[in-house]
C-alpha cells in the first residue's frame, strides 16, 4: 500500500513539474538566465549584458532599460546601442553641424534611474552657437547639459516653459562638444531633444 502511494505521489508531482514552463508573454526586458538549459525561454537569448551579470534578452531586438512593470519606459534602444549612450565614451554620435544644423529626437528615456543619455556635437564652424532643448509630456523634469570634449559642464538647462528645459552656450570654437541628459537619482521619465547649432 505504502509503495502504491509513493507510486502515485511521484506520478502527480511529474505531472506538475511537466506542466511548468515559461510565460511566453515576457516582453522586452531583460530578466536573469535560469542556472540549467534552457536558460532562456524561445526568442530570447542567454547574454551577458556588460557587467558581468547573464540576462535573457530577446531576439525580437525589442530591448528596453528597466522593466515593464509600473512605469512604462520608452524603448530608446536603437539610439543607446550596445555600449549605451550613459558617457562621453559612448555618446550617441548626432549629424548636427556636421551635415545638418538641427535635429530632433523622440521616444526617449530615462530609464532606469541613475541612467544618462549622451549626444555627441562636432562643432566644424567657429564662433557657433550651440542649443539643446529637453521637453515631457508629465512627471518629473528631464535636466540638460551641454559639457565640452573633456566632459566638464560648459553650461546647465534653465527653464524653457513648462514642461521643456534649455541649455545654450554661444561663440563656442571648433571641437567637440556633448549633450547630455538626465534626471534625479529617482526619476524615469520618456522625454525629446532638440540640438540646434548655428551662427
Known sequence: MRSAILALSLSSLAGV???CGY???LGGAPFLC?????????????MDDGTSKLVCLSTSGNVVDAATSGFQCADDSI???A????????????????QR???????????????????????????????????????MPISVSLLNGSGASINNGTSNGEKSLRAY????????YYAQAYASATTKNNYKIAIKVGQ
Request: with cysteine; charged share 20%; hydrophobic share 35%.
Open 83 to 98: 555600449g549605451k549612450n550613459d558617457t562621453i565614451a559612448t555618446a550617441y554620435a548626432t549629424p548636427v553641424a556636421t
Open 169 to 176: 552656450a554661444a561663440n563656442l570654437p571648433v571641437g567637440t
Open 23 to 25: 510565460n511566453p508573454d
Open 34 to 46: 535560469g542556472a540549467n538549459e534552457p536558460k532562456c525561454p524561445d526568442g530570447y537569448e542567454c
Open 101 to 139: 544644423p538641427d535635429i530632433s529626437f523622440a521616444g526617449l528615456a530615462i530609464c532606469p534611474e541613475g541612467d544618462k543619455d549622451t549626444y555627441k556635437i562636432d562643432v566644424t564652424v567657429a564662433n557657433s552657437n550651440v542649443e539643446v532643448i529637453t521637453s515631457w509630456d508629465a512627471g
Open 79 to 81: 539610439l543607446e546601442g
Open 17 to 19: 513539474l511537466g506542466a
